[in-house]
C-alpha cells in the first residue's frame, strides 16, 4: 500500500522560504512519477512540479526561478524548495504518485494519480 505524507508547511513572510517534504512508501513500481499540486478553495487543482525516475523535473511557469523541486532516493521523499514566496502562494500544496513516467508537464494537471497526500497548507502572509 502506497502512503504519502507531507509536512513543511507553515506561515512565512512575502520573500521567505519554506521547505515541504513528501514521505513515501510502498513504492513497489521501478519507475514512479511524484509530483507537487495545490489548490486553493473553490479553484482547481494546479500542477506545480513533477518528478521522474530518471530525475528529470519540470515546474509550472508561475513558480519557475523560485521553487525546485528534488527528490532523496535513500529516504524515498520528495522535496519542494520553494523561495521568494508570494502572497498568491497561500494555497494547500499534495504530494502525489503514479507509476510510470511523468506526462508532458502541460497534461500534468489531466493524469490521473493513484496516490495522494493529505495535503499541508503554506501561508504567506504580511
Known amino acids: 500500500q502506497v502512503h504519502l505524507v507531507e509536512s513543511g508547511g507553515g506561515s512565512v513572510r512575502p520573500g521567505g522560504s519554506l521547505q515541504l517534504s513528501c514521505a513515501a512508501s510502498g513504492l513497489t513500481y521501478e519507475y514512479w512519477c511524484m509530483a507537487w499540486f495545490r489548490q486553493a478553495p473553490g479553484k482547481k487543482r494546479e500542477g506545480v512540479a513533477s518528478?521522474?525516475?530518471?530525475?528529470?523535473?519540470a515546474v509550472a511557469d508561475s513558480v519557475k526561478g523560485r521553487f525546485v523541486v528534488s527528490k532523496d532516493s535513500n529516504k524515498n521523499t520528495l522535496y519542494l524548495q520553494m523561495n521568494d514566496l508570494k502572497l498568491e502562494d497561500s494555497v494547500q500544496y499534495f504530494c502525489a504518485a503514479d507509476p510510470g513516467t511523468c506526462p508532458p508537464f502541460r497534461l500534468l494537471e489531466h493524469h490521473p494519480f493513484d496516490y495522494w497526500g493529505q495535503g499541508t497548507q503554506v501561508t504567506v502572509s504580511s
Open positions: 518528478f521522474s525516475s530518471d530525475g528529470s523535473t
